[in-house]
């Protein structure tokens, strides 16, 4: 089938924050061997390869009030296609008016959901509210719902029920081998100060609610002593959340030295380095629908501790590829549940860096998982049988 596709999300290379982002950025060059043309409309400044629209419209406003200016911006941008792909609720809007004008098949990707982050009322506020309705709208409309992973389809079935299962199609989240794979070079890791000879726990993200590094600075004061732990983490979501982050760091740092904190977004290849040169990579998320820091981790053959949580368990093989540690969202208020949690991760990280030929067998064991199931372009392939369903129920 020819395909004419739009694909529409907040973030597009090289301006990426977070997965959604790396997803778009690594699905749209892939797609465009499987159809006729692929359209990127995104937000923020110009850039090659998409059309670039600024949230700036109404000035002064709400951020999520910001965001819907853009949106339709982009819906008057898009050229003539045949399916009208959303990512994120920054999106949906775009989407949803873009869908009805051009009479086109609509899909959303859940890449999270609104509902099962509610601790972003305190990032947006009245926003909030805003974004949910834009997300439920958008999803219950959509001709295609795609999940990045089985666990999402409860998520998505508990959250939004009217949604009929027929419409709800897994195609998860991947990753290209040939840019994330090991660099043993170690200008990077030396710059940082970090001694290779000792053990190199890593985190990689956002400092969110839902990535649940507060707990991964509270785990780490009962690591062993000689283990380093590296914080490749900004951005934080509310002055709030960096308040307690930065509370946490300081008290890690007068019981324990070898931490480092690097606040500022390194490069996607001073990242490879420093995984390469990591003994773990940890993801403590209290919410992940699949996670794609744990496949670029993977795939430069360094094993994951995380939490048992939404697709992880999907992405980390326990005991073949890392190890997972069980974690309630329902218990998230009891201390008690929280403190077992953290001493529980910091017993699987010590686990690893105490017997570092097991570590070294499950990181080539998670390169191998990453090349043989979750490789861009078997996405593409999968997403594209998606975009030919929704134009069928479109047309029904």
């Known amino acids: 089938m020819s395909l004419r596709v739009s694909i529409l999300t907040r973030e597009y290379p090289p301006f990426i924050y977070g997965g959604a982002g790396v997803h778009v950025g690594q699905l749209v060059p892939q797609l465009r061997k499987f159809t006729e043309s692929v359209d990127v409309q995104c ?23 910001r965001t819907l200016g853009a949106d339709i911006s982009m819906a008057a941008a898009i050229p003539e296609v045949d399916v009208i792909h959303s990512h994120t609720w920054y999106a949906q809007f775009a989407g949803l008016i873009a869908g009805r004008y051009q009479d086109a098949a609509t899909v959303v990707t859940a890449h999270s959901l609104e509902p099962d982050r509610p601790w972003k009322v305190e990032q947006l506020g009245g926003g909030y509210r805003v974004s949910s309705w834009i997300e439920k709208t958008a999803f219950e409309q959509a001709d295609a719902v795609i999940a990045v992973s089985a666990a999402m389809i409860n998520n998505i079935k508990n959250a939004y029920p009217d949604i009929d299962d027929s419409r709800i199609h897994v195609v998860k989240n991947g990753i290209d081998p040939e840019e994330f794979k090991p660099d043993h070079a170690t200008d990077v890791i030396d710059t940082l100060g970090l001694d290779r000879d000792k053990p190199i726990v890593t985190f990689v993200g956002r400092i969110t609610r839902q990535k649940g590094l507060i707990h991964l600075v509270r785990a780490a004061r009962q690591f062993d002593p000689d283990t380093q732990l590296l914080l490749l983490a900004g951005a934080p979501d509310t002055p709030e959340i960096a308040a307690e982050f930065d509370g946490a760091f300081a008290e890690l740092n007068q019981v324990r030295s070898g931490v480092k904190w690097v606040q500022e977004m390194l490069p996607r290849a001073a990242v490879r380095q420093v995984l390469t040169h990591s003994t773990l990579f940890a993801c403590p998320s209290i919410y992940e629908p699949l996670g794609i820091v744990n496949l670029e981790a993977m795939a430069c053959e360094i094993p994951v501790v995380a939490s048992a949580v939404g697709g992880i368990p999907e992405v980390v093989v326990d005991g073949e590829t890392g190890l997972l540690v069980a974690y309630d969202p329902a218990q998230a208020k009891d201390p008690e549940f929280i403190s077992g949690f953290e001493a529980t991760f910091a017993d699987q990280v010590n686990t690893l860096t105490r017997d570092r030929d097991r570590a070294r067998q499950m990181g080539l064991d998670g390169r191998q998982r990453c090349i043989d199931e979750f490789s861009w372009e078997k996405i593409a392939q999968e997403t594209v049988e998606v975009y030919e369903k929704a134009i069928a129920t479109h047309n029904s």
């Open 43 to 65: 937000m923020g400044e110009p850039r090659e390869g998409a059309t670039a629209h600024a949230e700036d419209f109404p000035p002064g406003a709400n951020g999520a009030l």
